[in-house]
């Protein structure tokens, strides 16, 4: 059996799932701390990606799973190809018009006047990573994940998802598989 990792989600404690021949570690989003060059077997992400603030975070990311994985290591992560026409037009106003921007979309919604609640999806102004972090498209992350040493990448379009713009991006680290002390 091989051995990997699960990282824990940037907040105060690891993950814990019954998992063996795991180690869990609590890390930040840039770099796997404590995981050794060459050491794991495998590397999964869903629904991470997507909520980086920016695309450096995100290809910075794809180099730690190429260090961190094994020669014929696995690498499967979930990823956005694209923004829709809603986080297009959220993304294009400018920082400095975003206040007079919320302030005259809840004046033109008129969901205030409905007694409607505004939730913070519905204002343009408030772009957050939820729902406007980083997309690829998936040629961008092919070209990428092979730069990076990655060979047989395949991208899937992810079926849970009707807009398909969400897709699985499936690798594998160029080199032979070598047995591992537990094999």
Same mark, same amino acid.
């Given at each position: ?33 404590? +995981? ?5 077997? !495998?590397?999964? /992400? ?5 909520? !980086? ?28 190809? /694209? ?9 294009? +106003?400018?920082? @400095? *018009? ?10 033109? /919604? ?5 007694? *409607?609640?505004?939730?913070? $999806?519905?204002?343009? @102004? $408030? ?6 972090? +980083? ?5 961008? *992350?092919?070209?990428? *994940?092979? @730069?990076?040493?990655?060979?047989? +990448? ?30």
């Amino acid at each position: 059996m091989g051995r990997g990792c699960v990282a824990g989600d940037g907040g105060t404690r690891p993950a814990r799932l019954p998992v063996r021949h795991a180690r869990f570690l609590l890390v930040d989003r840039v770099r796997l701390a404590g +995981v050794d060059d060459a050491s794991v077997d !495998f590397c999964f /992400s869903y629904n991470v990606f997507r909520h !980086f603030p920016n695309a450096g975070i995100f290809w910075r990311n794809i180099g730690e799973g190429a260090r961190v994985l094994k020669p014929g290591g696995h690498l499967q992560i979930h990823f956005r190809g /694209s923004h829709g026409a809603r986080q297009r037009l959220k993304l294009a +106003v400018p920082r @400095a *018009l975003r206040r007079p921007a919320n302030i005259g979309y809840r004046l033109v /919604s008129l969901k205030w006047l409905r007694g *409607l609640p505004i939730k913070p $999806d519905d204002d343009p @102004a $408030d772009p957050s990573t939820w729902e406007l972090g +980083v997309a690829a498209s998936p040629a961008k *992350l092919t070209a990428r *994940l092979r @730069a990076h040493g990655f060979e047989d +990448v395949r991208i899937l379009t992810d079926p849970d998802y009707a807009d398909g713009r969400r897709f699985w991006a499936l690798a594998r680290k160029a080199g032979r598989e070598t047995p591992t002390e537990a094999s």
